[in-house]
């Protein structure tokens, strides 16, 4: 199991994750995160650190706890401020490789989910009332239905 300090590691990188933070902070922020988590460049629990699969899997849980994918979804989907910065220091790359994470993906996939459900009624909404098969010129040239 997770020690209370890890777990207050993660507690804080969370926090982190969800603040306003300058660009390098955010790569220490998100390097510290890919560290903690245990993987390696693969994505793969990284045991050289010599803690347990069950530490590991314990920082995830409480990573997914705090909605901590909430926040890496969100700052991979959201051009915030600093953004081309971070993606030039590598944190975009990194946040991607967090999200790929085996233990994580299942609540990231239910976000990618969301974000799409989201965009489709949206998407319906804006074209709601518009009869595209009445074949007179309604000004929607650019609709597709």
């Not at 933070?21 to 460049?41: A, N």
């Not at 314990?58 to 979804?73: C, I, S, T, Y």
């Not at 085996?102 to 949206?122: F, H, M, N």
Request: net charge negative.
């Amino acid at each position: 199991m997770a020690t209370a300090q890890s777990d207050d590691e993660v507690d804080r990188l969370v926090a982190e994750l969800y603040s306003e933070q300058i660009p390098e902070d955010r790569l220490i922020t998100v390097t510290r995160l890919w560290q903690v988590l245990r993987v390696d460049d693969a994505g793969e629990p990284n045991t050289a650190g010599g803690d347990s699969d069950r530490s590991r899997t314990a920082a995830a849980q409480r990573f997914v706890e705090l909605k901590g994918p909430d926040a890496v979804h969100h700052r991979l989907h959201t051009m915030q401020k600093g953004w081309m910065e971070e993606a030039r220091l590598g944190v975009t790359a990194l946040l991607d490789k967090i999200s790929h994470i085996p233990t994580l993906k299942p609540a990231v996939t239910t976000l990618d989910q969301e974000l799409d459900a989201s965009i489709l009624r949206a998407h319906d909404k804006a074209h709601e009332g518009h009869s595209h098969g009445s074949g007179h010129g309604h000004g929607h040239s650019h609709c597709s239905h």
